[in-house]
């Protein structure tokens, strides 16, 4: 029997991708395009869920063990980032105008919530389904989601000048992109916690989201006419850039994703984080850095080094890509591999043109994935089991993004 299929069936039968084909083999491209289709459902199923105000945009509809039945403000921006790319012409199963109804949920969503006095104003991390900002204690504020709510929704105002409506613009989309904007520029210093709700202080993920934030933001100003505030986000765009290149250690040869910690845990002693990699797949309009930088490319095989000398699965299933976790000092459900870090490292191969690498880390998702295409936040590391929040949305905006980026790799070698 074929290496894979065995490994395949002997592993993961009833949990896995597929339970009677070598999903990892023959059947990878079969995989590839049913999990499309199922991830772009489950992500539809997340959002405006029943009795939930629309626009809402759960992280999962996991409510107990643990509870992710809330509205995160960078998982839901990043979750319509996949909407907005296919208003921008990325090939769709929905029409345009299916997908601007969405967009104009999500807008009024935002608009709802940014109007309601929250504990840490428009830092507010995560809100219950009904739009209202949650009060329960929490790691706040976090910056990067305004920053990144602001970058999707100047895309989604060019797509609308594009389309003749500059005027709805200016009177309905414009002032919402303003009050993320100011926050963004006002904090852009501030210490805040990371996008893993553990560590306040000074992160650059967080940096850089809010310095394409600010950039995008300044440019659609000068746009609309609005000079004064197009300068001003220029000049704080600026301060962000040269706090995120503090984050770039050369001598090190290393990004540190967190430092000058104020509160939080105090255990991440390698600066090691795959946050410094989303960061810079999650600006690609602006880059701060570009991904075959020797920086980058040292940071990112430290990072797949130390998650193959701690994770189990990764020296038992040594044919597949490495999974890959949030940080190796990780204790949240005892450390494990995040579908969503795996699925960055294959996005990030397949943007460097190394298409047999990326495909590898996909290939370690669908060998934990579920047979029917369900992918919760992790993957344990020892069994490989998936485990914690089912049907995690951002587990299934990470793979299309990669996806996304594999497609173009192909394009572009014809």
């Excluded at 084909?21 to 990878?28: K, Q």
């Excluded at 199963?93 to 709802?112: C, G, K, Q």
């Excluded at 699925?343 to 990030?348: G, H, L, S, T, V």
Aim: charged share 20%.
């Amino acid at each position: 029997m074929h290496k894979f299929l065995f490994l395949f069936l002997a592993f993961n039968i009833g949990s896995a991708a597929f339970a009677d084909v070598d999903a990892v083999g023959d059947h990878f491209e079969d995989w590839l395009n049913y999990e499309r289709q199922f991830a772009e459902s489950r992500i539809l199923d997340n959002i405006s869920p029943q009795r939930a105000r629309r626009g809402a945009v759960i992280a999962s509809p996991s409510k107990h063990n643990p509870n992710y039945y809330y509205h995160w403000v960078r998982d839901g921006a990043l979750v319509m980032d996949i909407w907005m790319r296919r208003l921008e012409g990325y090939p769709s199963r929905l029409s345009n105008a299916n997908l601007e109804a969405l967009m104009w949920d999500f807008v009024h969503f935002t608009e709802y919530g940014q109007h309601i006095p929250a504990l840490s104003g428009l830092g507010e991390p995560r809100y219950d389904v009904d739009g209202f900002p949650n009060q329960e204690p929490w790691g706040r504020p976090q910056n990067d989601g305004p920053a990144l709510r602001a970058s999707l929704l100047i895309r989604f105002a060019y797509y609308l000048i594009g389309n003749g409506q500059i005027e709805v613009v200016k009177s309905k989309l414009w002032p919402v992109i303003m009050n993320d904007l100011y926050y963004t520029g006002d904090q852009v210093s501030v210490p805040s916690f990371d996008l893993w709700e553990e560590i306040k202080g000074d992160h650059f993920y967080t940096r850089v989201a809010c310095r394409e934030a600010l950039l995008l933001g300044s440019d659609l100003a000068a746009a609309l006419g609005d000079y004064g505030r197009s300068g001003w986000y220029s000049t704080q765009a600026q301060i962000a850039q040269s706090l995120a290149l503090d984050h770039v250690n050369v001598q090190r040869q290393q990004i540190i994703e967190n430092t000058n910690r104020v509160d939080g845990i105090w255990y991440k002693d390698s600066g090691l984080d795959v946050a410094s990699l989303l960061a810079l797949l999650h600006t690609t309009r602006k880059p701060i850095l570009n991904l075959n930088d020797q920086v980058v490319m040292s940071t990112i095989n430290k990072i797949e080094q130390s998650f193959n000398s701690i994770y189990p699965i990764n020296r038992r299933f040594s044919d597949l890509g490495a999974s890959i976790g949030r940080y190796p000092e990780d204790t949240y459900y005892n450390g494990n591999p995040w579908f969503l870090a795996t699925f960055a490292f294959a996005e990030y191969y397949y943007r460097l043109g190394d298409r047999a690498k990326g495909d590898g880390y996909m290939k370690r998702g669908a060998f934990h994935a579920h047979r029917k295409g369900h992918m919760s936040e992790q993957m344990d590391k020892q069994s490989g089991y998936m485990l914690s929040a089912e049907d995690l949305t951002w587990s299934y905006a990470a793979f299309l993004t990669a996806l996304e980026a594999r497609q173009k790799y192909t394009s572009n070698k014809r």
